[in-house]
């Protein structure tokens, strides 16, 4: 590696979030809690920092934060690329895969496979197990296990259902042309029954991948479940390219049924904004949750990139982050059931107390204010934000007076703002340079917002996470300044908190 590449390496590599050591990685995959240790895998390619080579790439935490990497887990060979999927702990051993007193860790994942395989042209869905905990894997011998002749079946999410129809394994799987989710039982993970098929509804602007299903209280009652179905899609996010969606509705063992559908069928461009978004930034894909966590908490990480520009982002040996992991829960707001979010694992950890920054309640007039001694490159910053006559206000960050990135509001719009035009480098693709948004409300005639600000990138929680934004960015290392702003009028800062990590 050159000095250049070192520079750039050092400058951008995340201190808050996951990254490969020196190669490319996008999609988690088979991410459970096992044995006191949160496994993430993901789509990895071991021997470039560009997509391909497709492999299981792994590495494990017990705190959500600080991240071991491991060899590759699964790797692809000559016959298949190891596409998406999912792990379990198959407790009962229902696989035979290992005894029991040593039940196994299953994989269940897309083969795609190769000219050198049987089933060239086709992605169908492969096990492999472990036998030591998730380390090493063995791919099953009698691969692929469920195979529908389709150059476009992938991403299988494995759950456990046990419900008034019985107890069996459910796979949620994507024809990923088709917008389709379909959903199939097994008992032993290798022979599998269609149960039946969701979609197209809502974004259809791109490929449909990477769907997730699980069950979550209404506000914390046990009594009120709802299930959630999650799915990916590319592009045709809000605000262009990569995003991810989910619906609100009921399972019965057979059928997920939404109840938050807006439009059935193939969507209607006009109404994007109306769709419930995991997150409405450019740089959040492919999430999907942890299983067997412990006290039924629902913990989803995604990949922080998007495909429109994923390969040439400006990072090197390294490229693509993880996003913070994030606990969900789901809440009725107004009559109306929609994720909230936020970050997982003790982020008050790593936080260097000494350089904690604090400002009380202040009006900011037009223009740009510098708060002295607020500076840094890694950051959580909590601030509550009350209008006045400005037509937009807020928070930059990383800036240096020619460069920062702006995260505002605009109440007249009802729209909160990441504005990265000037966050530093842009030049590497064409559509990169953007202003994102994504629709807000007041609580109480105020605007409260939690951002986490890394090396590269910027994760925002807005209105106690009911609203979520992620965008990558790529300032000077010198790029450290905070500042609050106003444009046309004047704006209340309520409070305002900075805790510095690095």
Known sequence: MTAATATTADTFRPALHYAARNTWLNDPNGL????????????NNPLDNVWGNMSWGHATSTDLLSWTEHPVAIAGDEEEDVFSGSIVFDRDNTSGFGTASAPPLVAVYTSSFKPASAHHGVQAQSLAYSRDGGYTWAKHTANPVL????????????????GDAGSYWVMVAVEAT????VLYKSDDLKSWELLSIFGPANATGGVWECPDLFPLPVDGDPD???????????????????AGQYFVGDFDGTTFTSATTVTEGLQDPARLGEYQWLDWGRDYYAAVSFSDVPDGRRLMIAWMNNW???????????????????????????????????????LDAPADAAGSFNLAAAEISDGQHILDGAAGTVQRIELTLTPGTAQEFGLIVRGN???????????????????????????????FASIDTAPIRTTDGSYQLTVYVDRCSVEVFAQGGQVT??????????????????????????????????
């Open 147 to 162: 195979n529908r002749g389709s150059a476009e079946f992938r991403d299988p999410k494995v759950v456990r259902y046990d």
């Open 224 to 242: 009120n479940l709802k299930w959630v179905l999650t799915v990916n899609l590319n592009p045709g996010g809000p605000n262009n390219g990569s």
């Open 308 to 346: 429109e520009y994923a390969n040439q982002i400006p990072t090197s040996p390294w490229r693509s982050p993880m996003s913070l992991v994030r606990e969900i829960a789901l809440h009725n707001s107004g009559g109306n059931l929609c994720l909230v979010q936020h970050a997982a694992g003790d």
């Open 401 to 431: 007076g020619a460069e920062g990135t702006r995260i505002g509001i605009r109440p007249a719009e009802g729209v909160l703002i990441v504005d990265r035009r000037e966050s530093g480098q842009t030049d590497f693709h064409e559509s």
């Open 32 to 43: 459970i809690f096992h044995e006191g240790v949160y496994h993430l895998y993901y789509q």
């Open 178 to 181: 088709d917008f389709q989710v």
């Open 469 to 502: 934004m992620t965008e990558l960015i790529f300032p000077a290392a010198t790029s450290t300044e905070v500042s609050l702003y106003a444009v046309g009028g004047t704006a209340t800062i309520n409070n305002l908190s900075v805790t510095q990590y690095a």
